[in-house]
C-alpha cells in the first residue's frame, strides 16, 4: 500500500518559490535600508555591486509588489516602497516550506544540517537556541 501523501497550505504570497535571487537581492537591500525606499535608491545601492538597467529594478520592484512583498506609496511624485514583511518572516516561511514541503513536516533534519553548516554559531546563536529548545519542552 502507498504512504498516504500529507497535504500543506500555504500563504502564496510568501512561497519559497515566489522569490527569485534578483527578488530577494532587491528585498535585501529595502530590508538594509530599514525605511522607505524608492526605485532610484534601490538601483544605486545595487549599481555598487554591478551594472544593471534602472527599467530592470523597476519591473522587479513592481513584480514584487504584486506578488505582496512590497507596498507601494502612490501619493508623490516617486514612488515610495516599504516591505510588507521582515526578512525573519519571509524566512521563516521559506524554512516552513522546506520542512512540509522536503522533509514531510521533519525539522530535525534542518536542524541538524543548520548545526553542522561550516558557518560557526556564536555563542549568542547558541543560547538563543538553547532557550529555544527549553520552551519546546
Not at 502564496?12 to 524608492?38: F, H, K, Q, Y
Not at 512583498?69 to 516591505?83: E, M, N, P, R, V
Amino acid at each position: 500500500m502507498a504512504k498516504e501523501r500529507k497535504t500543506y497550505w500555504y500563504r502564496d504570497s510568501m512561497s519559497a518559490t515566489n522569490l527569485t535571487s534578483a527578488e530577494a537581492e532587491i528585498m535585501r537591500v529595502v530590508w538594509d535600508a530599514g525605511e522607505p525606499v524608492t526605485v532610484r535608491d534601490v538601483y544605486e545601492s545595487l549599481l555598487k555591486q554591478r551594472k544593471l538597467a534602472y527599467t530592470t529594478v523597476m519591473s522587479i520592484m513592481g513584480k514584487l509588489t504584486k506578488k505582496g512583498f512590497l507596498l507601494q506609496d502612490k501619493s508623490g511624485t516617486a514612488y515610495i516602497y516599504s516591505a510588507a514583511f521582515t526578512d525573519e518572516e519571509v524566512a521563516g516561511n521559506i524554512i516552513d516550506s522546506v520542512v512540509n514541503k522536503v522533509l514531510d513536516g521533519a525539522a530535525a533534519p534542518l536542524i541538524s544540517r543548520l548545526l553542522g553548516s561550516r558557518k560557526k554559531l556564536t555563542a549568542e546563536e547558541v543560547e538563543k537556541l538553547e532557550e529555544l529548545l527549553k520552551k519546546k519542552k
